[in-house]
């Protein structure tokens, strides 16, 4: 049986080597005979032809000419340079659970995941249901254009070489602050925007530094200095927005600026990673090309207003395939208003609790509910604890109102002020309760699940080490210092977007030296750390005190 196969297999290459042998020599004919006619051709007269003129057109600029001619100004390239050091075998975002994307643009690299993102929410949704198989790629093939391993990828630049990123982003207030992503400038020790109006002979861009960043969402706010005033755009109502309206997309693909690309928007509330990481994700859908190097760009309407910021593309081979993420601007708008404030983060609320989302029915009959939430965790200590809510408990409405789900739930108590109350009606074994509970702040409500606190004087003050770097530091205490078998300080806090939290510096750890000088006390840490000036190169000797068999790792940058 197999040799008939061999022989059909042989026959049917051979009738093809035929076909192509046939097609080849008619091609080889085909080319004496075009010789003899070129050759004919170049002793013919064509006194008689007339030469082709260049009409100018009278048909009308559309508007997507018109808003690209407005709005491109104020869109900005963006560069960045993550220089090599080593980590102390930590996850370099600084919060502990990385990002809520793992934002990476080369093919084949599979997502592992880390097991702590049910954590990193206010209302933690617990493990969720896994995406299908054709969106692997998409979760690693954002349009950042980092290189492997660089910013957004595993091992950050720990192999040694400098790694560069490019993105876009854009101008809203014109002393120069820009939105754009946080994988846009994860990690970088430097970055840089060029403006339209600058020259191409510009090789990297005005320096830039953070103003805040806000993972849940991957959005980002930026700085450059500027003597004049800058072009800025205009933001839009992206609740206003149709699937079917037309959409314009402005950035930088590949490094070529300025590319302009349109389509519509396809759908809308798509949420594109399930679970805990997708809460506060819930994109506008678009068909506009964008591609590497197009994420933090604006997405606009026919006004040339911003209705989305580019962020994620599906797609299985690294370019674009039709199907484009952009971030809506109502919530962009309501992240940098939190991003430029005082305290340079998004505070959302929570309650402390956790669950899981997409149970089956079984469970709602079993449990005798059809719309709510079942608690799966309740945070020790946390506001559902003291409010009296316990594993098992359904919650089916907020002050009144019926709870549809886990997402429905999330959303409402996000965007209360911790400190507010809300009164919760729920089911426990059957029976109608309800209770009053206090709204937290959700990063302080799960700090000891993210990341556990060591011990700390209530009354001591962050000093040079927060002004100057964003880090708040104590003395160890005398059980750790026995642990670790050396003296210094232990972080107790890191400032979102600060110099230490992009060096990838963590609560819980402890640095025993700065630039080499000894820190075996806060005073003198403070003392080393106020000698410290802009432009300074600055290095951390840390200590793991869960690892202390690691010894010293080195982490470093430029202030």
């Known amino acids: 049986m197999n040799s008939f196969f061999e022989r059909l297999r042989s026959r049917r290459l051979a009738s093809t080597f035929v076909v192509l042998a046939a097609v080849s020599a008619a091609i080889v004919a085909g080319s004496y005979a075009a010789h003899g006619v070129r050759g004919q051709e170049s002793q013919s007269d064509s006194s008689d032809a007339s030469p082709l003129k260049v009409v100018n057109s009278t048909t009308p600029p559309n508007d997507f000419v018109r808003i690209a001619k407005i709005v491109g100004p104020a869109v900005v390239n963006i560069n960045t340079q993550t220089l090599p050091k080593q980590t102390a075998n930590h996850n370099p975002n600084g919060n502990g659970n990385g990002h809520t994307f793992h934002f990476r643009t080369q093919p084949n690299q599979q997502n592992p995941g880390d097991g702590n993102d049910d954590q990193d929410n206010g209302q933690g949704q617990g493990q969720g249901q896994q995406p299908p198989d054709n969106f692997q790629d998409f979760f690693n093939k954002f349009f950042g254009g980092q290189a492997p391993g660089g910013p957004g990828g595993d091992d950050g630049a720990d192999n040694g070489q400098v ?10 207030d014109p002393k120069g602050y820009i939105i754009t992503n946080d994988h846009v400038i994860d990690k970088a020790d430097k970055i840089y925007v060029k403006l339209s109006t600058d020259p191409e002979t510009v090789d990297q861009g005005r320096p830039a530094h953070v103003i805040g960043i806000d993972k849940a969402t991957d959005l980002a706010v930026i700085k450059i200095d500027t003597d004049k005033p800058l072009p800025t755009v205009k933001l839009g109502n992206s609740d206003m927005t149709q699937v079917g309206d037309w959409v314009e997309a402005i950035g930088s693909p590949f490094t070529l600026a300025q590319t302009v690309t ?21 994109f506008i859908q678009t068909d506009a090309a964008i591609n590497p190097g197009n994420s933090g760009g604006p997405l ?9 910021v580019n962020t994620a593309i599906y797609t299985q081979s690294a370019g674009y395939e039709g199907i484009g993420f ?5 919530t962009v708008v309501d992240v940098y208003n939190d991003l430029i404030s005082p305290s340079h983060k998004v505070t959302r609320g929570s309650i402390g609790i956790q669950f899981r989302e997409g149970l089956s029915g079984a469970v709602n009959r079993v449990y005798g509910f059809k719309s709510g939430v079942l608690v799966q ?13 316990k594993p098992g408990d359904i919650i089916t409405t907020i002050d009144g109102r019926s709870i549809k789900d886990g997402e429905d739930l999330v959303n409402e108590i996000a965007s209360r002020k911790p400190g507010s109350t809300i009164r919760l009606g729920f089911l426990r074994d059957g029976k109608p309760d309800d209770t009053t509970v206090s709204i937290g702040d959700r990063d302080k409500v799960f700090a000891d699940v993210n990341n556990p606190q060591p011990e700390t004087n209530p009354e ?11 880090v708040v530091v104590h003395d160890v205490p005398s059980a750790m210092a026995g642990k670790i078998h050396a003296s210094g300080v232990v972080i107790g806090s890191v400032r979102t977007g600060s110099f230490a939290d992009l060096q990838g510096l963590e609560p819980g750890l402890v640095i025993t030296r700065v630039n080499r000088q000894p820190t075996p006390n806060k005073d003198q840490f403070d003392a080393v750390v106020s000698k410290l000036k802009t432009g300074d190169d600055i290095v951390f000797e840390i200590i793991d005190p869960n690892h202390p068999e690691q010894g010293i ?7």
């Open 163 to 172: 790694q560069e990123s490019l993105g876009s982003g854009f101008i809203v």
């Open 377 to 389: 965790q309740v945070q020790p200590g946390g506001p559902a604890d003291k409010g009296g809510l």
């Open 553 to 559: 790792n080195y982490i470093g940058g430029t202030l």
């Open 262 to 282: 349109a389509g519509i928007i396809s759908a809308k509330n798509r949420t594109i990673d399930q679970g805990a990481p997708g809460q506060f994700q819930h």
């Open 300 to 308: 606009l309407n026919m006004n040339g207003e911003v209705i989305g």
């Open 460 to 470: 001591s003050t962050g000093g040079a080490g927060e002004t100057k770097l964003g």
């Open 326 to 330: 952009a971030m809506p601007s109502n």
